[in-house]
């Protein structure tokens, strides 16, 4: 016993249920795919000044989310995390006091641990001053723009937990594209 052939509408109509389940998962893969790249991969506008001149209003920032699962934060990272007065709200700073540091800002310079930073990142010197011991589980964070820029020397310390990843790129606007590196700050000893 032979089977006949099908005809070309009844081929069709085979092929509309695979054709519609091709396309259901290929949506269903590429929301998996999105959804771990997101888990990893962060992206952050930068909204404020204070980090001029590294980083422009506008620009957004590349941010990896899973570094600190892995390492520990270096002094001189580009980092993200969430405001301690205000979580709702993400901050990039800059890394310069890890847990148990003592940092001073003195005479327009910075010192941690007594060593002083080699910091050409900068937009000016600071101008103010103060002592500050970095309580465990906490970050000592400030803007490159020192002086306007509101981070530890006015609110205080950021919690570990707190910590969103390391910014490591700049991927808009397309003119300003770059890596974002993280300095040896105290190369200038």
């Known amino acids: 016993m ?5 005809a070309s509408s009844e081929r069709q109509t085979e092929r509309k249920p695979s054709a519609i389940r091709e396309t259901i998962e290929m949506i269903v893969m590429a929301l998996i795919l999105y959804f ?17 001149p590294t980083l422009n209003p506008g620009e957004v920032l590349l941010v990896n ?13 580009i980092i993200t995390f969430h405001y301690p007065l205000d979580p709702e ?14 940092v001073i800002v003195i005479g327009g310079t910075v010192k941690v641990n007594g060593k002083l930073l080699y910091e050409p990142y900068i ?11 970095v309580p465990e589980e906490a970050l000592f964070v400030l803007g490159d723009n020192r002086n306007p820029s509101a981070d530890s020397h006015v609110w205080g310390y950021v919690p570990m937990e707190n910590l969103i990843g390391k910014a490591f790129a700049v991927y808009w606007p397309p003119t300003k594209i770059r890596g974002l590196t993280t300095p040896d700050i105290f190369a200038g000893d």
């Open 2 to 6: 032979t089977e006949e052939p099908l």
């Open 36 to 52: 771990l790249i997101d888990a990893a991969i962060g992206r952050v506008v930068v909204q404020k000044i204070s980090m001029i």
């Open 65 to 77: 989310k899973l570094k600190y699962r892995f390492s520990d934060v270096e002094r001189g990272d």
């Open 89 to 102: 709200v993400d901050y990039v700073k800059r890394a310069i006091g890890l847990p148990g540091d003592e």
């Open 123 to 133: 937009s000016a010197a600071p101008e103010y001053e103060g002592v500050w011991v």
